[in-house]
């Protein structure tokens, strides 16, 4: 079993948006317009936007 990570280390961006998971039901999210910055600690900024029942990414933007 891996041993958990130490608070100095950093955990590769790609790592941590393989592992998470997200559903979106689009009919029901058809009037939703939501944007989400994403800044995590020594990764690049990934910018996620929910717009007309479609989730898009835009990584280093």
């Known amino acids: 079993m ?3 990570p ?3 280390s950093r955990r590769p961006t790609p ?3 393989r592992q998470s998971r997200l ?3 689009g009919p ?3 009037d ?3 944007t989400v910055r994403w800044n995590p600690a020594g990764g690049e900024p990934v910018t996620q ?3 007309n029942g479609v989730l898009t990414h835009v990584r280093g933007y």
Do not use: E, H, N
């Open 32 to 34: 939703a317009d939501v």
């Open 49 to 51: 936007r929910l717009r």
């Open 23 to 25: 559903r979106v039901d």
């Open 2 to 4: 891996p041993s958990p």
């Open 15 to 17: 790592s941590l948006w």
């Open 6 to 8: 130490s608070a100095g």
């Open 28 to 30: 029901r999210s058809w």
